[in-house]
């Protein structure tokens, strides 16, 4: 039996309008009968169709339940904003691995500097469908850009900026995998003046290393997610 296809939902009990309905009568063609998953802050609800039309589906709800592959702490990822497409690259992959939120940042050696409404909304949207996707219980939300300054006082405690100076401490070693939340920083293109790492350290923050190579601010992103979820996971 195939997975149900998911819809995030602001409301568990209410018939999906809109551009879902379009999706699950012309796209999906479901029938009265089959079945979705409807998702809201973390909870799911089967939903066994009655009624289909392009204007509004409705059904009954046969099941409640927490939804499973949402991941036990909340990650948030401080992520530069990248040229082109890139961002919206890490966007899709760090939200399947299960960021909580992501706030934008521009810095002193940032190549892009602003975010349009529009694009901030793209983004949204792109969270959204990759978070269907990988079956989560919740959407990141894509937070207003922070400059360098005002960052940390965003973030939740602890703080860890991958920084290609650091030969220390690995971001792997400095994790507590009993904790209930944590923050990355990864730094621009063309990466990190050594006064914002004080200021970032000043403000509580701990510098890592994702190894010895240098890499590109969307790999870093990818890569530091990639290993606190790993370490989360299995602690």
Do not use: C
């Not at 190894?211 to 996971?233: C, D, F, K, Y």
């Amino acid at each position: 039996m195939s997975a149900l296809h998911r819809f995030f939902v602001d409301d568990l009990e209410a018939p999906l309008t809109g551009e879902r309905a379009r999706q699950v009568a012309d796209v999906l063609r479901l029938a009265p009968g089959d079945r979705v998953i409807l998702v809201k802050d973390g909870e799911e609800a089967e939903l066994e169709l009655r009624r289909v039309t392009r204007a509004a589906v409705e059904g009954a709800v046969v099941a409640r339940r927490p939804a499973a592959a949402e991941p036990r702490a909340r990650v948030t990822l401080a992520l530069p904003l990248l040229r082109g497409d890139r961002s919206e690259e890490v966007i899709e992959a760090v939200t399947q691995l299960g960021v909580s939120r992501i706030v934008p940042l521009v810095s002193t050696r940032s190549v892009v500097t602003e975010l349009s409404d529009r694009k901030r909304e793209r983004w949204q949207r792109i969270a959204r469908e990759s978070a269907e996707t990988a079956r989560r219980g919740r959407i990141p939300a894509i937070e207003a850009v922070a400059t360098w300054d005002e960052l940390f006082a965003r973030l939740a405690a602890p703080v860890f900026v991958a920084w290609e100076e650091e030969r220390a401490l690995p971001l792997m070693r400095a994790i507590d995998g009993a904790t209930d939340a944590l923050s990355l920083v990864i730094g621009p293109e063309g990466g990190l003046a050594i006064e914002e790492v004080a200021i970032a350290r000043s403000r509580g923050a701990t510098t890592v290393s994702l190894g010895p190579r240098n890499l590109r601010s969307e790999t870093a992103a990818v890569a530091a997610v990639a290993q606190v979820v790993g370490v989360l996971a299995y602690t």
